[in-house]
């Protein structure tokens, strides 16, 4: 017996297969590998968003658990970067999250405790790639912050690299969306990757938040691309369209991100302002594939 829910989810998919068609996809014969975070389309069930995305060239679907693969890669699919697992100190604090994480000596037993197992789950599913936080700063200046998250990576590094998984920071902006957040610019984060040294760590360089921060795109990607393992993308100002309605040349960002030999993903981050979410995807992909 067919479900309210599943016979909406099953609507959906075909009308999104039959708008679709068989049409040419949008990444065509890119250099850049294709990935969108589901998060910015809550409103699509996650089965049509594989069918339009898979239609459109997507060859991941991001930001997801380890419990999804299974439907990703019913659809062909993979998960370019892992969510992140969540915990609680002794003291009842959540910790994983954007605002409390590794730059904390107090949230590293529950982080760690939160990460070992979930990287175990990201890796039986075939995940390489598990997303992680600095936390805010809370008057705790940059270079105990920088100690503070080397002293707790650095417990979870030997299980990341037994399990040949990396663990990516992202680089966010604490200007407009994440006010008072420590890894909010690039140095900052290239910095601990070189005190970790380690191949399964790395940074997830985020084009929109980091214009807000600093600008200088293109030039960062150049000289600092060995420690960037992740892009994501989103347009400035107001994170919508990477189109002509925003300020970066998401076309010329491309190619410098392929100039530099980078065979990973960008995952399209913009929240769709437009009614037609799946045509604003669909024109991204087409402005990102170079």
């Not at 409103?43 to 439907?71: H, Q, R, T, W």
């Not at 970066?248 to 399209?268: C, D, K, S, W």
Request: hydrophobic content about 40%; proline content about 3%; glycine content about 10%.
């Amino acid at each position: 017996m067919t479900t309210g829910k599943s016979a909406a989810i099953t609507a959906v998919t075909a009308s999104l297969a039959k708008r679709l068609g068989a049409a040419e996809t949008a990444a065509g014969a890119s250099r850049i590998n294709h990935s969108v975070c589901k998060w910015c389309y809550d409103d699509i069930p996650l089965e049509s968003l594989c069918v339009a995305g898979k239609a459109l060239g997507l060859k991941s679907i991001e930001l997801l658990m380890p419990n999804d693969f299974a439907l990703l890669q019913k659809h062909g699919l993979t998960c370019a970067m892992v969510g992140n697992p969540v915990g609680k100190t002794a003291s009842g604090v959540q910790v994983g999250t954007i605002g409390k994480a590794f730059n904390r000596i107090e949230h590293h037993d529950a982080l760690v405790a939160a990460y070992e197992p979930f990287l175990k789950a990201a890796n039986a599913v075939g995940a390489k790639q598990v997303i992680c936080f600095s936390g805010n700063r809370e008057g705790m200046d940059n270079e105990l912050g920088l100690k503070n998250c080397a002293i707790g990576l650095q417990r979870l590094l030997p299980v990341a690299e037994k399990l040949g998984i990396k663990l990516v920071m992202e680089l966010l902006n604490s200007k407009v969306d994440h006010g008072d957040y420590m890894c909010d610019h690039s140095a900052w984060g290239v910095e601990l990757c070189k005190r970790l040294d380690s191949a399964n760590f790395g940074l997830l360089y985020d084009i929109y938040h980091m214009q807000v921060m600093e600008g200088d795109v293109i030039r960062t990607i150049r000289d600092h691309h060995r420690w960037f393992a992740h892009y994501h993308t989103g347009g400035v100002p107001g994170r919508n369209e990477i189109d002509a309605t925003q300020e970066l040349n998401y076309p010329a960002i491309m190619r410098a991100i392929a100039e530099t030999g980078y065979t990973g993903f960008v995952g399209q981050e913009f929240i769709p302002n437009r009614p037609d979410k799946i045509a604003s995807l669909k024109q991204a992909l087409e402005i990102c594939s170079v």
